[in-house]
Structure formats: C-alpha cells, structure tokens
C-alpha cells in the first residue's frame, strides 16, 4: 500500500502544478480540500516570515500537526531586481487587494507593470524563487529544497497560460512567457518544478 503525503497548499494554480510534477513519486497525494481541514485565521500568521524558507516551514509544521501526515508545503514569489527584490514573499498580495485569485492576481500584475513603468528590457531582470519544506511527522525536523528560474518582466501579458505573474514573465530557458508555454514546458524549468524535483529525488534516496 503506498504511503500518503499532504500537498499543504490552498492555491489552485500551485495544486495542479504540483500534481503534474510529483505525478510519478510512489505516494497517494493528498490535497487539503480532501482533509476537511477547513481555512482558518491561523493560516494568515503562516505566510509573515521574511522568508520562502520560514514561510514553507511554518506551513509543513502547521498542517502536519493539523493532519498527522507527512505534509510538502511550499512557499513562493517573484523578485524583481529593479525593485530590490520586491514582490518576494509578499507576491501574492502585492496590489493589497482581497478578493478572487484571479481578481489579486490581475491587481498584482497591474501594480508591477506600473512599478516598473517605462523601464527598458535590460533593467526588467527578474527570477522566481520556490522553497518546498517537508515533514514526515509532526515532530520532526524540517527538509526544505530550493528552486529558482530566471527571466524578465514584459511590458504587457502575453498568453493565457499558467497563474498569477506567468503572461507577464519571459523566461531565459523558454524564450517565451510562462503564460505561452505549455504545463510540461513550464515544469521542465520552473521554479516549482525544480524545488519539488529535487525534493523527490531526496524522498526516493530516503526510501532506498
Ligand atoms: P504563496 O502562496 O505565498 O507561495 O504565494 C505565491 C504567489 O507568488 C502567487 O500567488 C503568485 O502571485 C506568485 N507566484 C509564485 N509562483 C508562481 C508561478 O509559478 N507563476 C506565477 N506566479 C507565481
């Protein structure tokens, strides 16, 4: 029988690239809306560290002891060099408005495109940035894996594709947006595919 492991995330977006990524590990992947952990106000104070590595820790340690599962959690963002590194963790809630994912999501990108305004294509460098935390047990220690990709903000959206920041970012590998790319293409060098990549290589190292 395969083990179970908690994908501890409440953004749609993430879930089902997290899916496609860990598809093959040899584990049943649980996703919080199975678990009847309902959203709490707890869960904000989860996402107030200054970093993806404390933010992806504090998630793991927090439905891991919500769920007695081993539970993956991931923390994520965009940092924008032009602007010192701004959205980073705060890249969901850049624009400061509520609502929708897809209503934060259109705010968060007209707010970078305002910020970034009239700047020229060599001083729009930009990369995101993932930490994936595990934790087997409750009270274990913490594993975390990093991935980042590198590439540059447009100056308007092109494709439809992926979430949040993808129309608006031109990826190094690619040559193309996220939001032109397809799933698989986006996986092979995101970010996310990275971090939880190496994270599953290390779970089968474990489990050799
Ligand atoms: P988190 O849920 O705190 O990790 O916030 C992640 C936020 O960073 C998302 O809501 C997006 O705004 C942005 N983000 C992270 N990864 C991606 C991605 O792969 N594509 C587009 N936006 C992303």
Not at 110 to 119: A, D, F, Q
Request: hydrophobic share 35%; charged share 30%; glycine share 10%.
């Amino acid at each position: 029988m395969k083990g179970k492991l908690l994908v501890a995330t409440r953004n749609q977006g993430k879930a089902r690239e997290i899916r496609a990524i860990l598809g093959d590990l040899p584990y049943d992947l649980i996703f919080l809306h199975e678990t009847g952990i309902t959203e709490s106000g707890a869960e904000v104070a989860l996402e107030l560290a200054e970093t993806f590595d404390g933010n992806a820790r504090h998630k793991a340690e927090y439905f891991a002891r919500q769920s007695g599962l081993p539970t993956v959690a991931d923390d994520s963002g965009l940092e924008v060099l032009a602007l010192g590194g701004l959205p980073g963790v705060r890249s969901r809630r850049f624009a400061l408005v509520d609502g929708p994912p897809e209503v934060q999501d259109q705010a968060n990108n007209r707010e970078l495109l305002s910020r970034l305004g009239g700047l020229p294509a060599e001083r729009r460098r930009a990369r995101y940035r993932c930490v994936v935390a595990f934790i087997p047990r409750p009270d274990a220690p913490s594993h975390s894996f990093e991935g980042t990709c590198t590439g540059r903000i447009l100056e308007e959206p092109k494709g439809t594709g992926g979430f949040g920041y993808d129309p608006l970012f031109f990826s190094d590998d690619l040559k193309m947006s996220f939001g032109e790319a397809s799933p698989e293409a986006k996986h092979a060098v995101s970010h996310r595919g990275r971090a939880f990549r190496a994270f599953a290589e290390w779970l089968r190292s474990e489990a050799r």
